[in-house]
């Protein structure tokens, strides 16, 4: 039994149909082990609150070649699996939002596979798997521009260094 089997099967005792939720969940957290099942609060557009389970964490992507960590948020409905999962790419403080077809400037993911889920063809797993596809063909995310640093006394002032996380996907021209 997973460590995450207990607290699933509490915090996903309203939904509807919570053994098929919890088998996704788990089948998708064992192939993806940084997303972390959380219970909380998610607010919807329309400002209404729900309590729900929501996957926290991060997705591996290859994009031209380099591997980059995607953080993301899903967020599975109380209907879930009848229902597809909402999910946000979720930029740290030195990312942006790249706009796309398969993202909103809100960072809201809108996959192809989820304006089609239907179950049982599809599921939690499947939709993560698209989304790493997805991202790696057109990022989601790309590195906050540097400033230029300020010219002191006729020198450039050093540039900070960064890791190379913090320079996930440079903005690059069209």
Not at 36 to 62: A, H, Q
Not at 64 to 74: A, D, M, S, V
Not at 155 to 172: D, G, I, M, Q, T
Request: charged fraction near 20%; hydrophobic fraction near 35%; include cysteine.
């Amino acid at each position: 039994m997973s460590a995450c089997e207990p607290f699933l099967r509490s915090s996903l005792q309203k939904y509807k149909h919570p053994d098929v939720a919890k088998f996704d969940v788990l089948n998708a957290i064992t192939i993806f082990g940084d997303l972390v099942p959380k219970y909380d609060e998610f607010v919807f557009e329309d400002g209404n609150t729900k309590m729900l389970v929501l996957l926290d964490g991060t997705i591996p992507v290859t994009y031209q070649g380099k591997g980059y960590n995607i953080p993301i948020l899903i967020c599975l409905l109380d209907s879930h699996p009848n229902s597809p999962p909402i999910v946000f790419v979720k930029p740290s403080s030195n990312m942006l939002i790249r706009p796309g077809r398969n993202v909103q400037q809100n960072g809201k993911v809108n996959l192809q596979y989820q304006r089609e889920w239907k179950y049982p063809n599809y599921n939690l797993l499947g939709m993560i798997q698209m989304l790493v596809i997805a991202s790696g063909e057109q990022p989601p995310l790309y590195s906050r521009p540097q400033t230029q640093p300020a010219l002191t006394g006729g020198f450039a002032a050093k540039k900070p260094s960064f890791s190379s996380a913090s320079n996930l996907l440079e903005e690059k021209p069209a």
